[in-house]
């Protein structure tokens, strides 16, 4: 589905992706997991086309990707949401889902004046109101986007993403924020997600969201890959538990008697 | 409102503004506010596509209604063409520019833009007023014909106003048409946020130059009937103050709303007539007004009077 092949970007003096490579297999849920600043959400701005990477390759459906443009790769079926939300404030919810379908409605200049998007856009109202209510917001399609809460607006973002009919959906820290009952309802959404047949590139720090929904995790730190594996293993490898909670043995360090 | 009483409402406005005229057939002053103020709402229209909707500001609007005008009123005095042709080159040709202008500068925003704008538009004024060879320069062009149909010529200020609400309705009428559509929503997506417009799948760069495009239509459209209610034009017309008071109206109105220019063009236009006496202190007015909208009216009179409060509050079913 996504090969990642020996990707780099540097920042100036700092390497914020380093030589990284992983594949994520079709209808997964691939974790990507790491401490601040491993270059987890750099590596999703690669890969959702904001940032080009200084070397290495992006394989999607078979093809390369490293040189698309975030609207062109959206069009390919790669959608994606923010760490901090980026919703259209000022629109209501509906019309919000409607504008992310862009890249699979057709209708034109002429047809817009003519009046000749008619059916289109009334196929297109039905669709954002099903994925609306398939997300959780059905009741709520004639607010504005920013008049919701802070749970409900990243669903927004999620019903966003599925708009533009996506294969890869990229999720970039989807439970910041969120209360329990918000993170339990967001884990069912992206089980359901999966199960429409939709592969899900996941960043996350909650640690048991993430071990309990991923089928496979990606472990960054500092810019590289340290682990790559099943939760499980993830769990019990000596690298991942050394990046998060500090290396050296216990004997190492000398007590006052 | 129900979409069925929506459009009865329209309907009764259409028909009380085009009585109007009818009703009040000897006050010409009046008339005159009046298809001057159609006129305006269509330029004014055009840069609300581009600033209220898509979010590119432009102080340069004044450039694009004056290649209207010079277009056709150049077009239809040397060469003859019927005016309502060349009033559609001359829409053409502010297309042209904008395309022009667009390419480079939709990489810019706020005060960058407001720079660019400025600059174009200075760039047509100095160019208008020293081209003698095409523009006649500061003598202006006289004599530009008026619009006809067949032998019947719209030579009174009845007739100026019906050409130009008529063509008013329809401008609303298309604008309406392309906000509601995937491109008008594509407008306010790059308003709204630009990054998550790119990742929804909207190509910034090219809609943003097709804000520009359709918003320069609009204005050079009214700049060319401008030409040829008044058969006369020179640069004068065409400064940096005109691009001011397009803006101003657009502010005060409201923008990114159907009614907002409208609003916007009949106010200004019945308090510019007032402000005639200050005369050169009516830039000092507009600063004022334009202080005032931006402190206390921030959506305009439209968006701060008529948007249901509603709107803003969660429905309380959601809960």
Not at chain 1, 9 to 28: E, H, P, Q, Y
Not at chain 1, 231 to 252: F, H, W
Not at chain 2, 96 to 117: E, G, R, Y
Request: aromatic share 12%; proline share 3%.
């Amino acid at each position: 589905m996504l090969t990642v092949k020996n990707l780099t970007m540097i920042f100036g003096g700092l390497t914020a992706v380093n030589d990284v490579s992983f594949i994520v297999n079709k209808n997964s849920i691939f974790g990507l997991i790491g401490p601040n600043g491993a270059g987890k959400t750099t590596l999703f701005n690669i890969i959702s086309g904001f940032l080009e990477p200084l070397k290495g390759q992006i394989i999607f459906k078979g093809d390369d990707i490293q040189n698309l443009k975030p609207y062109q790769l959206n069009k390919k079926g790669i959608a994606r949401t923010y760490q901090v939300i980026k919703i259209f404030k000022n629109i209501t919810i509906l019309e919000s889902v409607m504008t992310a379908m862009h890249s699979r409605l057709k209708s034109g200049l002429l047809a817009a004046i003519t009046g000749n998007n008619f059916l289109e856009e009334r196929r297109a109202t039905k669709r954002a109101l099903e994925i609306l209510e398939f997300v959780g917001l059905s009741h709520t399609s004639d607010n504005l986007a920013g008049s919701l809460s802070y749970g409900q607006q990243r669903q927004l973002e999620i019903a966003g993403a599925l708009a533009s009919e996506p294969s890869l959906l990229l999720l970039d820290e989807p439970a910041a924020g969120m209360n329990t009952k918000e993170k339990n309802d967001l884990i069912k959404l992206i089980k359901k997600i999966q199960d429409m047949g939709v592969t899900i590139l996941i960043i996350e720090h909650n640690m048991r969201l993430i071990m309990g929904i991923a089928d496979h995790i990606c472990v960054l730190n500092e810019g590289k890959k340290i682990a790559d594996g099943k939760p499980k293993e993830i769990q019990q490898n000596e690298d991942v538990i050394k990046a998060y909670l500090g290396g050296g043995d216990i004997n190492d360090y000398n007590f006052r008697s | 409102m129900s979409n069925t009483n929506k459009r009865y409402f329209y309907f009764l406005l259409i028909l009380i503004a085009g009585l109007l005229p009818v009703v009040f057939h000897d006050q010409i002053f009046l008339i005159m506010l009046m298809y001057s103020s159609a006129i305006y709402t269509i330029a004014v229209s055009g840069l609300d596509i581009l600033f209220g909707y898509s979010g590119q500001i432009s102080i340069g609007h004044a450039a694009f209604y004056g290649i209207g005008a010079y277009t056709s009123a150049i077009l239809s005095t040397r060469l003859g063409i019927t005016p309502w042709i060349t009033m559609l080159l001359g829409g053409i040709l502010a297309v042209i520019f904008a395309v022009l202008i667009a390419i480079p500068a939709v990489k810019l925003v706020h005060h960058f833009l407001v720079l660019v704008t400025i600059g174009f538009g200075q760039i047509f004024y100095t160019f208008v007023g020293n081209a003698k060879q095409l523009t006649n320069g500061h003598t202006g062009i006289m004599n530009i014909p008026y619009f006809k149909i067949g032998s019947f010529s719209f030579n009174t200020m009845i007739s100026y106003f019906y050409v130009a609400f008529f063509i008013m309705l329809m401008f609303l009428f298309i604008k309406h048409k392309i906000i509601k559509s995937r491109i008008g929503r594509a407008f306010i997506a790059i308003r709204e946020n630009p990054t998550s417009a790119n990742s929804s799948g909207i190509n910034v760069r090219y809609y943003k130059i097709m804000a520009f495009a359709i918003s320069a239509f609009y204005t050079g459209i009214a700049g060319a009937m401008y030409a040829h209610f008044t058969n006369y034009i020179s640069p004068s017309t065409f400064t940096f103050s005109q691009s001011i008071i397009f803006f101003v109206m657009l502010l005060v109105g409201g923008k990114g709303s159907l009614f907002g220019p409208i609003v916007g063009v009949v106010t200004l236009t019945v308090v510019l007539q007032y402000l005639q006496a200050l005369s050169q202190y009516q830039s000092l007015a507009y600063g004022a007004i334009l202080l005032f909208t931006v402190l206390f009216l921030p959506q305009g009179i439209v968006g701060s009077v008529f948007i249901s409060p509603k709107k803003y509050f969660i429905s309380k079913k959601a809960v």
